[in-house]
């Protein structure tokens, strides 16, 4: 089966998010989803996600998973008000307590903060299988940009969060806390060896030069001979080299400091301190 794949483009974040239906019902999963945040005033919205569910309504369909392909360190994720509003099972890769581990430890979120990922519905490793409706998923451990990313491969359609992006742009950073480019140029593989019209369905577009518009949807196929970072037949040593010192020149994503204290507590705000609001740390000199 084919299933329908509707997309949202964020373009404060440029963050793609995905519904994912089953052409034979009206369930669905909805796939790194968005929360904005303006982070000059502290303050959150819910546009993003309020034309997401817009969508579920007026379409009358039925959410069975609320997706994450990883903790994102580029926006907030939308799951917890999602699931007030359409219902769903929050699910993220069973490494999220590495990742809980290790920035647990960044913001000093003391004990109260448990690591064992229990925030989450659904904790998936290699191999692991989901349906919504008769579609059926399966997941991929594919870490290098973070220990717990996951490729969700729905029938002929896989979204692979930040593993991969379009062909022109290449693939994701590995220098934040976890990450590894060996991991990640394993983790592609294992992606591209799905058969090559599988339809790949990237977490994030940010137009390449001599590109004019934005583009989510490319194919196993196209990567493999496109990709310009790992297209073409290059090597691991060459990949490795090229993302290292790539990685070295970039700075940080304007919005990590809260989107990693969010999401790796599945998309909730820490608990307010003891004046009832709610605070996000910024760790000086340590990321």
């Known amino acids: 089966m084919t299933p329908e794949v509707t997309a949202f483009f964020d373009d404060a974040t ?3 998010s995905y519904v994912v239906k089953d052409p034979n019902s009206n369930k669905v999963a909805i796939i790194d989803s968005v929360l904005d945040f303006d982070f000059a005033s ?3 919205d819910t546009k ?8 579920i309504r007026d ?3 039925e959410v069975e998973w609320l997706l994450e392909s990883h903790v994102h360190a580029d926006h907030l994720s939308a799951a917890p008000y999602l699931q007030q509003q359409v219902g769903g099972k929050i699910g993220i890769g069973s490494n999220i307590t590495v990742v809980q581990d290790t920035f647990g430890k960044v913001f000093n979120a003391g ?35 973070t220990p717990a990313c996951l490729t969700y491969v729905i029938e002929d359609a896989a979204f692979v969060g ?7 742009f290449g693939t994701a950073r590995c220098d934040f806390p976890g990450g590894s480019a060996e991991d990640l140029y394993n983790s592609i593989q294992k992606i591209l060896a799905l058969p090559d019209e599988t339809r790949i369905f990237v977490a ?3 137009k390449a030069p001599g590109r004019d518009e934005f583009a989510w949807e490319t194919t196993v196929g196209e990567q493999k001979a496109k990709n310009v970072h790992v297209g073409e037949g290059k090597t691991k040593d060459d990949f490795i080299k090229m993302r290292t010192e790539r990685d070295a020149q970039l700075g940080m994503p304007k919005l990590i400091i809260p ?4 999401n790796m507590r599945a998309g909730q705000m820490p608990e307010p301190e003891d004046n009832g609001e709610v605070y996000l740390k910024v760790p000086v000199n340590v990321l």
């Open 42 to 44: 502290g303050h959150t």
């Open 162 to 168: 930040d593993t991969m992006f379009m062909p022109d």
């Open 59 to 61: 379409n009358g369909l």
């Open 48 to 55: 993003s996600a309020d034309e997401v569910i817009e969508f």
């Open 111 to 145: 004990t109260e903060f448990q690591r064992d990922g229990s925030q989450f519905d659904k904790l998936f490793v290699e191999g692991d299988t989901f349906e919504i409706g008769d579609l059926k998923g399966s997941v991929l451990h594919t870490p290098g940009h």
């Open 14 to 16: 440029n963050t793609v």
């Open 259 to 262: 989107s990693i204290q969010v």
């Open 204 to 206: 994030h577009d940010y």
